[in-house]
């Protein structure tokens, strides 16, 4: 789905791993990679001048991570000291990334309002979308198991639709991705509509099954147009519990998710499914922001 990736990595979150597997993630669609560690800084202190090694130990120990670039594809290293986020948005201009990749831990909402988030800021600030991969996950991957990750990481998502605009807005943006790129990989979709059982029986019309399978058929028809295939569950449950069991079940790459509207899609005091799904989600997760 994606051609340029920006890479970020604190290297304790595992995603530093990545830049082992450049041949893979070209399997996965890449044509242009770059791989981006931020030293923090505290408060407005700057890098000084006669300490260079501060940037450099940490782009000598990415360097030696790549190995196996095929020709023709574009691998770069970045290594920059400030805030996070600012480096972030301001790489992803630079090398034009369609994509960035991020390794956030799985959080409380009280741990993100404590310690705050640099994925939730950044979902706030950017249109490029965000993957966010599971420290935990990727740091105990084993090498063959991490080289299949990266290959395969966009060819089968899992796409939660229930027929509200954050729906809709996930499949245009889907639309757009696989139209855009003559060589996207993606392969398959699911679509997965959960009928809200925690929503009263008065507010969900009068027969949301019937509702649920006929948007489902014409969005199965939409998608299919596009080469891809595509499959549709409907269940009753609990919409967060109902994704992350059909992500098992399925053997699903990534799980795809948009926000709801455009503005203050990440304010964190009011609840979201899809908030719940990149705090809590195990699997992938494909972040469409506004």
Avoid at 200 to 215: C, H, I, S, T
Avoid at 218 to 238: D, R
């Amino acid at each position: 789905m994606f051609q340029r990736a920006l890479i970020c990595t604190d290297f304790t979150d595992g995603i530093y791993r990545l830049a082992q597997f450049v041949p893979s993630l070209v399997a996965g669609g890449f044509k242009s990679l770059v791989f981006f560690h931020n030293v923090s800084v505290d408060g407005e202190w700057e890098i000084p001048r006669d300490s260079p090694e501060l940037l450099e130990e940490p782009r000598q120990r990415l360097k030696t991570l790549l190995r196996d670039i095929p020709d023709g594809i574009d691998v770069t290293v970045e290594v920059q000291m400030g805030r996070a986020s600012e480096s972030i948005l301001r790489l992803a201009k630079k090398h034009q990334a369609d994509v960035i990749f991020l390794g956030s831990p799985t959080r409380t909402l009280l741990e993100e309002k404590l310690f705050g988030s640099t994925t939730a800021g950044l979902a706030e600030k950017t249109a490029i979308p965000i993957v966010i991969l599971r420290p935990q996950l990727v740091s105990t991957y084993t090498t063959a198991e991490l080289e299949l990750r990266c290959a395969h990481l966009f060819r089968y998502l899992l796409v939660p639709y229930d027929g509200t605009q954050g729906g809709k807005n996930l499949i245009k943006n889907i639309h757009q991705q696989v139209e855009s790129n003559p060589n996207s990989v993606l392969e398959r979709v699911r679509l997965l509509w959960v009928i809200d059982e925690n929503v009263r029986r008065a507010l969900r019309g009068d027969n949301p099954m019937q509702q649920a399978e006929q948007e489902l058929d014409q969005l199965q028809a939409e998608l299919a147009a596009l080469n891809l295939v595509v499959n549709t569950t409907i269940v009753q449950g609990s919409p967060l519990q109902e994704i992350l069991k059909t992500a098992e079940i399925h053997d699903i790459g990534a799980i795809a998710t948009c926000s709801g509207n455009a503005g203050g899609i990440l304010k964190w005091s009011a609840p979201s499914l899809t908030r719940e799904i990149m705090r809590g989600s195990w699997h992938p997760v494909l972040f469409f922001p506004s």
